[in-house]
């Protein structure tokens, strides 16, 4: 626990009310979208950035480490307080501070839901296209930290893509603003792109600038049954070499497929190979038609059999079974480890084939599916946190999966972040220089390692293991209250 | 000049002939594309990574400012060596590695003129949109390092959209990676974010790999007339408002007309107020043509009398008018001062009126043209540096065309970077925690202030003036030949 002089001047800070110590309270914020689990010391709701900076300010002071935290939808332990400490929950910074429609942008507070910026921009004509599968629970403050992806960032680009400008709070609690309301801005560094994706280790960020896009008004969508995953495969290298860029090109894979089919009785064909679901999207329909009717013919051509959604409701049809598998898979172990290794789209189809020849090796059940367009493929391994061998092995599959991804020219995380799940791993995808550059750069902004302290970088010398049981780190740690499986959210 | 036993341990490290010490030589490498000046003590030409880390290692150990120069087309003075010390020509690193059609990039070394980049994916059907004007001679590392814009960039978005990885260079002589070869990745910071747009200040690219996009098939120019400039303000809004979003919308002002017609005689209507030049693109030519006819609707409703070009060749011939303004400006008078303000697109109308009370209270000549889309104008301050009293009035007039862009809520610079031009500005567009962290990135990354120093951070205290006199400064400083004006290039 924190002594009680720094607890009393945490109430001091901020309301009273908003300082949570009770044990339930701090049960509630140890867990996120992954099963790890570890209690904080104390959990705060500041409602202003004053707050956010006078907390800052004692922490950094009293060398408490800090962790940011928005929905809790993080799915690499980026949210779990490993080293105990202080949990800055940003939930009552939530509102829309305004949408502007002649300058395409919008000012939000970081505990705005995704959906709810979508909803909002979406009745005044406006796109904010970013949308993770969380969308519902995750805030925009974390899709910042995480650079969050989703389906509709193949044709247009991730979080970062969309970020002009940031208000943040720096470890030692001072108060600035990165980046602006314009477009076009070199005035310094890009420090809002170096915030984005900093997983809360480098400030905490308290407001958002997002740009904003028109809102296509037309879409069209389809999926494509096929017998072999090859001419699945096949079918994504042809629409890129076709220079068509649709909205989302996602694909399941017969596992996947099987999964679904088992708990949901869509009446998805179990003897095919994969599915690809296709979105395409614009402001006239003419030419979304012409697009759909070259893409059709593409996966025609590669033995598909095609559904064409009449309707925008037989769309969302189409979409079911692709929003299904996730939960579904929840039906069949109590754990997953959702992988997130992102290639160059052309070595999607090796990719495949090696997590397939991975999973037989350790005999796991490992639905695949991803956003097949831009290469971000989502292995998913399938276990029981109980079973100790089932666990190892487990462990073994996920390292020989990022290995893959990185000898095909990959990355170990393309949109899920690194958190403390993968921080084993920076090294086989970054270079000793470039991580001691980050580090560097970690050490200019929170001297003290009091932000996120324990995330993304490694911790251990050659312990390269996704750490499936948490083991927690750190002098101010809180008490473990148990160390069995949480559901999958 | 550098110690003898330098220079020969460069010539040890680099091929002998790559090592420049002749005064024609070092006048050569003093200019870039404002009218400053300032002699290196030494000129190196690495033909590897190998050889750039090795000059850095030296030059850090001898604490040796070294400055990375590309095409030299930079406008605000980022490539004029202050400080003395080397310049570091990253001319012999000029070849384009690859064009992957399969993954849509391309990897170049940074000595790669920017046109030879679009000129050779665009014969593989792939587009290299950001466009700055100097495209025939600017580099595309000059491109990295200042975050470059240009014409199409409303729709395409500036230089950082298409970064995707960086080999790299640290002021200590390290090489690393950053980013890599996919679309999407959330290993760690998002450092290759960091570096563009970092000047040369924190560290030397030496790989770019590239995001390309499928080549836009069909293409729309017109020329608009606005009796107006209201008409033409207003124009933009409504487009805006309409979710439209052009290739290109350009403006030219009155002065900036009459400039042209003066020098070139192409027919333009020198009373008319403004001149809007509006480009469509895309893959569907129903598409584009109904996008243009809903601009023209548009134009016309404000006022304007519309040339729409036939063909390509025609369009070229509308683009000749704004591709002739700042050419033409040197007929007029001896030098230029090309500001490159940037503000939310519905300020455009307030920054150019604020632009013509200033010009007109300093009787100072200054056309303004500009992106009108995106909000990135540059009002142009034509004068002779050999004129002290008129010299004074391009200061003051400089200095409140920032103070009018921050207070409509913009920014200094959109597209040319801050340098030693407006350094001393900096914290007007930058709050103190802000300048502060980004001064202790630089150090993080260049612990002995080796590269590119003076460069982008505030040197003086209250000496808020634009150098249209370069002040040398630092020991190393070289001899000033001669304080005249350079030709505007």
Known sequence: MLPQHVVAE????????DVLTERADLISYSIDGTWLEARPECVVLPRSVEQIAAVLKVANRERIPVVPRGGASNLSGGTIPTSGGIVLNLAQLNRILEIDTDNLLAVV???????DLDKAVMARGLYYPPDPSSLHQSTLGGNVAENAGGLRCLKYGVTS???????????????????GRVIKNVTGYQLEQLLVGSEGTLAVVTEITLRLIPRPRFKRTAMAIFPTLDGASQTVADVTRAGIVPAALELMDQTSIRIVEEVRHLG????????????CDGNHEGAIEDE???????????????????????????WAARRAVSPATARLKPNKLGEDVSVPRSAVPAMIRRCREIGAKYDLLMPIWGHAGDGNVHPNLLFDQRDPEEVERVQAAAAEIFEAAVALGGTITGEHGVGILKREFLGIALDPATIAVMRSLKAAMDPNNILNPGKIFPEGEGNRRVPVQLVLTGAGAGEVESTTATPIR
Not at 161 to 179: D, F, H, P, S
């Open 161 to 179: 893509k969309y970020v002009l400008g940031l208000q943040y709070v720096t470890a030692t609690g001072q108060i600035g603003r990165a980046g």
């Open 10 to 17: 945490l109430r001091s800070v901020l309301d009273p009310e």
């Open 109 to 115: 507070q970081p505990g705005v839901l995704t959906h």
């Open 292 to 318: 759909m009717d070259r893409i059709t013919g593409i996966l025609r051509a590669n033995g598909a059999s095609v559904q064409l959604a009449r309707d925008e409701a037989e769309g969302e049809e189409l």
């Open 268 to 279: 998805l064909p179990t003897e095919a190979e994969a599915i690809l679901l296709v979105e």
